[in-house]
């Protein structure tokens, strides 16, 4: 059997640097090449010292660890112990998720058989089968490395959106709705008169008690046209309502209608606020695609002074 040392090292140096890529990226710590480079030689060149007997002892656990401790020295800046052992620990779990994305796909590719002489045998008959190719762990590996990637990615996303994620309770008049709420700095929508700041809600959230003519308008972008129907049909808590200009995505003027609550009580980790200066504002739509939320709060009602 002939071994190209050359070709071994060549694509243990391409898969170590993918590895350490992906481990970076997730790390979110910038990409310093020679770094990278030098690390992928190490972790390549350990593979290659395998292939000589007296250099035998390497395939020893301890031997493992030490080069993977010094490719993760070398490819990271060393800032503190515990920021250098989350790069190690996540470089482990790239590894191994990676390596077995390649496994559970080469497995879910065979089927039941024998290998002879490079003939597959099944029960029915055989057929010829290439063995599992240089190329094809290449491009499996940089499949599941994208896509650990994305999971470790989404996964952060959700995790800052949590921090930012509050239970919001609505009281009108002795009734009360609940639903979670997604504290937005960025919302400065105040009412031009009152000068009342504007949480947004779902209009889902009071489909039961709002007319249905009224809610299939605002589901259609046509509050402006509730102007003309207020009068026509009766509802308990009319004076409590009021029309607030906003600009759109567009930059067109538009009109949401709101609602003045006796009280909106924001409840956090840390505590809870309430405020009975502040008007909700209803929206057409879903303010979330996967429902993690259904109201946008506006930074002044959990801001202690602003209460």
């Known amino acids: 059997m002939t071994v190209y040392l050359d070709l071994i090292f060549l694509f243990n140096f391409f ?26 030689a190490i972790g390549a060149s350990y593979v290659v010292m395998m292939f000589f007997p007296a250099l035998s002892f390497s395939m020893t656990f301890f031997v493992k660890i030490i080069f993977s401790l010094l490719m993760i020295w070398v490819a ?41 002489n490079g003939i597959w045998f099944t029960h029915t008959g055989f057929m010829y089968t290439p063995q599992m190719t240089v190329l094809f ?19 952060r996303r959700r995790e800052q959106l949590t921090t930012y994620l509050a239970k919001v309770t609505v009281e009108v008049d002795g009734n009360t709705w609940s639903c979670t709420g997604l504290i937005d700095t960025g919302n400065q929508l105040y ?35 509730l102007l ?9 808590w009319q004076d409590r309502l009021r029309l607030v200009p906003y600009r759109g995505v ?43 939320y259904q109201a946008i709060i506006h930074p002044a009602l959990v801001a202690g002074g602003a209460l």
């Open 76 to 116: 990271f800046p060393f800032k503190s112990l515990a920021n250098y052992l989350r790069h190690y620990g996540l470089f482990y779990v790239v590894n191994f998720v990676a390596g077995g994305g390649i496994f559970g796909i080469k497995y879910a590719l065979q089927s039941s058989g024998e290998i002879m």
């Open 191 to 225: 009412d031009p008169l009152s000068r009342l700041p504007v949480m947004v809600m779902e209009v889902g959230q009071w489909e039961a008690i709002l007319p249905e003519k009224w809610v299939t308008l605002i589901r259609q972008s046509k509050t402006e046209q």
């Open 228 to 236: 003309a129907t207020i009068g026509d049909e009766e509802w308990k």
């Open 250 to 292: 567009n930059r067109s003027s538009q009109f949401m209608l709101a609602i003045k609550p006796d009280r909106v009580i924001i409840s956090q980790e840390n505590g809870q606020t309430e405020s009975a200066k502040v008007l909700i504002g209803l929206d057409s739509g879903h303010l979330c695609r996967d429902g993690s």
């Open 15 to 40: 898969m170590d640097g993918a590895i350490l890529y992906t481990t970076i990226k997730i790390r979110k710590e910038p990409v310093i090449w020679w770094r990278l480079l030098l690390s992928s």
């Open 137 to 155: 762990i290449v491009l499996v590996a940089i499949l599941m490395l994208v896509l650990i990637r994305k999971m470790f990615a989404i996964q």
